[in-house]
């Protein structure tokens, strides 16, 4: 039982960005001396292999499978065949929409120990543990794996940074035995846009959650994002009632705001998917009535007070 | 035909909430219990099935916990479940998602629905584990992050998109029975009507103990589980740095924010 094995995650011929910060969290969770391995799954992994070979990675396996793009079972059935060859201690994966489908079955099937959403992970006397988030993010939770020889983690994104120098790691190609999966993955179908706005490319954006409390209350924050000269958005509540369009809705399932600069929210508290989305942001301003909303947890300023008072003083000063 | 739909009773925290004297999890005196807010979209997806179905359906909620979650399962009553049943036993305290999904296969095994669904996470602990477990327990195929579905009780397959991140979609065939997991937003969970609550409330409430599921405490709990908590603490408090004063001197100070924004990016 040793090394820590990364499973990297990859969409369409590019590689999801989280894979490469797990060669970060891995630093925290191997013992002294053993290696760190990364795990390419898809048709052609070996196109793969430049942008794995960075700094902490000692070792990359390829695992050609007939399956092109993202299938549970393909992935649960490689990794099996992986964890029972190499053993090793530590399985990290990304917290992701993929992970989502398949790293619990693993860990059942298996009987690993198992946690995901991790932030943290790290040696106590030898012990791993490993801290998540509980309570919609108000607690932090510690948790370990007494009697469990390996342990399989989500760990979120953006909780580590990826290393940035490149190194020359041993490639192997890993022969995993064919699975016949019960489903098959047809088209990506892009999110319709809805409506004329381009949060893409969006660098100032104001956006409103569900502290405005009723869809009546939207007109007067897009008319207060005109004349401040904000692309409006919204966070996913009010995108699912259909207040606004979907096009709008910014968050990790939302489109990615990859421009933007200047990020004011109006009553989002700030669930996880939420600011996992947004935390490339250099200026996030959080206007919220309850104090203890997770979103002041990444944002540079806060509010805390009644988003209309303040949007009313606001439409005033411009 | 029958959809088995696994619930979750979740807990949000009093504003000034205190910890258990073991430090472990919050004293349940400052939780705020309701429904976790996936489930009622996954309810309401099979009972929006159930009700476009040509033959007829049952739409069975299960959770796993004491008699106060009796709670949620009466909501989900009110809400078109044609029953309820909920699984306990002092040994499932402290159970994790694994132990939890291990109690739900059981349920499933049990109950021989065509499809399950559960949640795509839980609002409190927020593993998005529970559904995909229970899949691996009952070896069926099975899908996250569910937010458009087309299935027909008794079909062989269902066809269903998942929602990636950054506004892209994903079509995929599965084969059923399966275990799908439901995003928000897939349908718009209706309100329980003031007719249908009082009917609710009159209907029974199927109690399962371990042993009627042919489990044992071992399965369960601590012993069960796959993680267990060492600790809970209060997080290092946000780095916001607060802007003080009332309404007028905030808006003053966000709106020199905005416009030294917009002088740095003309």
């Known amino acids: 039982m040793s090394g820590v094995l990364i499973i990297a995650e990859q969409r369409r011929g590019e590689l999801r960005p989280q894979s490469v910060e797990l060669i970060t969290a891995a630093r925290g969770v191997r013992r002294e001396g053993d290696a760190v391995s990364i795990a390419i799954i898809g048709a052609a992994p070996d196109a793969f292999i430049p942008s794995l070979s960075l700094a902490g990675v000692d070792e990359i396996i390829t695992i050609k499978v007939a399956a092109v793009e993202f299938d549970p079972e393909t992935v649960e059935g490689a990794v099996a065949a992986l964890i029972a060859e190499r053993k090793p201690d530590v399985v990290l994966v990304p917290h992701s929409v993929d992970s989502f489908g398949y790293a619990a079955a693993l860990a059942a099937k298996l009987g690993l120990g198992f946690a995901t959403d991790v932030f943290r992970a790290q040696r106590i006397d030898g012990e791993l543990v490993a801290t998540r988030g509980g309570y919609g993010q108000k607690v932090a939770v510690e948790v370990d794996f007494p009697g469990r020889s390996t342990v399989l983690l989500a760990v979120r994104g953006n909780a580590f940074k990826a290393p940035e120098q490149t190194a020359a790691p041993r490639i192997t190609a890993f022969e995993a035995p064919a699975t016949a999966s019960r489903s098959q993955a047809r088209e990506f179908i892009e999110l319709p846009a809805g409506d004329d706005v381009d949060m893409t490319g969006a660098e100032f954006i104001l956006t409103i959650g569900r502290g405005i409390g009723e869809e009546a209350k939207v007109g007067q924050f897009r008319e207060l994002a005109d004349a401040i000269g904000a692309t409006l958005g919204c966070s996913r509540p009010i995108a699912d009632a259909g207040w606004l369009p979907k096009s709008r809705q910014v968050g990790q399932s939302g489109k990615t705001a990859s421009a933007c600069k200047l990020y004011i929210a109006m009553g989002v508290s700030g669930a996880i998917q939420h600011l996992a989305g947004m935390k490339h942001v250099s200026t996030i301003v959080a206007v919220n009535s309850d104090a203890n909303a997770s979103i002041f947890g990444v944002a540079k300023y806060g509010i805390v007070g009644d988003i209309f008072e303040v949007a009313n003083e606001l439409r005033r000063l411009f | ?266």
């Not at chain 2, 937003?185 to 409330?201: D, E, F, T, V, W």
């Not at chain 2, 029974?204 to 103990?209: G, H, R, T």
């Open chain 2, 1 to 266: 035909m029958k959809i088995l739909v696994a619930v979750k009773q979740v807990a949000a925290l009093d504003e000034d909430f205190e910890f258990r004297g073991d430090g472990r999890d919050v004293d349940p005196d400052f939780f705020i219990r309701d429904l976790n807010e996936w489930d009622d979209f996954s309810l309401e997806e099979a009972v929006k099935i159930k009700e476009a179905s040509s033959t007829p359906v049952d739409v069975v909620a299960v959770s796993v916990g004491p008699d106060d979650v009796d709670e949620v399962l009466r909501k989900c009553l009110a809400k078109g479940a044609d029953r309820a049943v909920r699984v306990w036993d002092d040994a499932i305290e402290g159970s994790d998602p694994i132990a939890i999904a291990r109690v739900l296969a059981a349920v499933a095994k049990h109950e021989a629905p065509d499809m399950v669904f559960a949640g795509v996470q839980s609002s409190d602990q927020s593993f998005a584990s529970t559904g995909i477990a229970t899949a691996a327990f009952l070896d069926w195929p099975h899908a996250a992050v569910v937010s458009e579905l087309n299935y027909a009780p008794g079909a062989k397959t269902a066809v269903f998109r998942r929602e990636l991140e950054g506004g892209l979609l994903h079509e995929v065939e599965i084969q059923c029975p399966a275990v799908l997991t439901i995003q928000l937003g897939i349908n718009r969970p209706r309100y329980a009507s003031l007719r249908s609550i009082k009917q609710a409330a009159a209907k029974p409430i199927e109690v399962l103990s371990l042993a009627d599921l042919s489990l044992s405490a071992a399965d369960v709990g601590e012993a069960g589980s796959a993680s267990r908590v060492r600790r809970m603490y209060m997080p290092d408090k946000g780095r916001a740095q607060l802007i003080e004063g009332d309404a007028a001197a905030q808006a003053e100070r966000l709106a020199a924010i905005i416009r030294e924004f917009k002088g740095d990016s003309a």
